[in-house]
């Protein structure tokens, strides 16, 4: 069982920087993949970038590429996002998830544990 806590969301203004941070409980976070998640009033959940086991491998949306950064670091149980140049279009709850490595990791269902959430507001 892992139990995942998001922070760092907030308001931001358009090109604007944030930093979401997700603390994860238990012993075992080493052994998940982890992702994040977002979703947008009136959208379905989406896909925005995951981290293998070791940290080595990452993989984006193509909406987020080159602006967003996910890392981890096992010995703080923690993974990060690091978003940059904001758009309005980011705007969203976005949720940490951590899953095993098995298939794509940009299937919301490969993920066996979620976070409830933080809220990130971007004004234009």
């Known amino acids: 069982q892992v139990q995942l806590v998001e922070s760092g969301g907030g308001l931001v203004q358009a090109g604007g920087s944030l930093r979401l941070s997700c603390a994860a409980s238990?012993?075992?976070?080493?052994?998940?993949?982890m992702g994040w998640f977002r979703r947008a009033p009136g959208k379905e959940r989406e896909f925005v970038a995951a981290?293998?086991?070791?940290?080595?491998?990452?993989y984006y949306a193509d909406s987020v590429k080159g602006r967003f950064t996910i890392s981890r670091d096992n010995a703080k149980n923690t993974v990060w996002l690091q978003m940059n140049s904001l758009k309005p279009e980011d705007a969203a709850v976005y949720y940490c998830a951590a899953g095993p490595p098995i298939g794509t990791s940009m299937m919301a269902s490969n993920y066996a544990y979620w976070g409830q959430g933080t809220q990130v507001t971007v004004s234009s």
């Open positions: 981290i293998s086991r070791s940290g080595d491998s990452t």
């Open positions: 238990g012993r075992t976070f080493s052994t998940y993949r």
